[in-house]
Nanobody
Framework: QVQLVESGGGLVQAGGSLRLSCAAS????????MGWFRQAPGKEREFVAT????????AYADSVKGRFIISRDNAKNTFYLQMNTLKPEDTAVYYC???????????????WGQGTQVTVSS
């Protein structure tokens, strides 16, 4: 059974940093792309970042480009989202997901974690 477990969320002041982790089990994750999405209250889930199977290709939402870095460690079946220069508008529940292609759409991914809350205070 595929499982994704996020960790690393919390409360941080604007301008601060957090590192989210997603521990994966149940499939050979080196064969799958991974993505991060987020959902703020009253809003739809939105794409944040994605990374290809090998880690050689990444893509980011314009709103986080230059501030967030996605990475993966296939040997540990874990992938990460380093979030720097956080802003209050980054406040949301962050979800990791796995899928065959490194897409920007929710439908590109077939398994999801339970989410971790990130709150950025002004």
């Amino acid at each position: 059974q595929v499982q994704l477990v996020e960790s690393g969320g919390g409360l941080v002041q604007a301008g601060g940093s957090l590192r989210l982790s997603c521990a994966a089990s149940g499939r050979t994750f080196s064969m799958y792309a991974m993505g991060w999405f987020r959902q703020a209250p009253g809003k739809e889930r939105e794409f944040v970042a994605t990374i290809s199977r090998s880690g050689g290709s990444t893509a980011y939402a314009d709103s986080v480009k230059g501030r967030f870095i996605i990475s993966r460690d296939n040997a540990k079946n874990t992938f990460y989202l380093q979030m720097n220069t956080l802003k209050p508008e980054d406040t949301a529940v962050y979800y990791c997901a796995t899928g065959r292609l490194a897409g920007t759409r929710v439908s590109s991914y077939d398994y999801w974690g339970q989410g971790t809350q990130v709150t950025v205070s002004s």
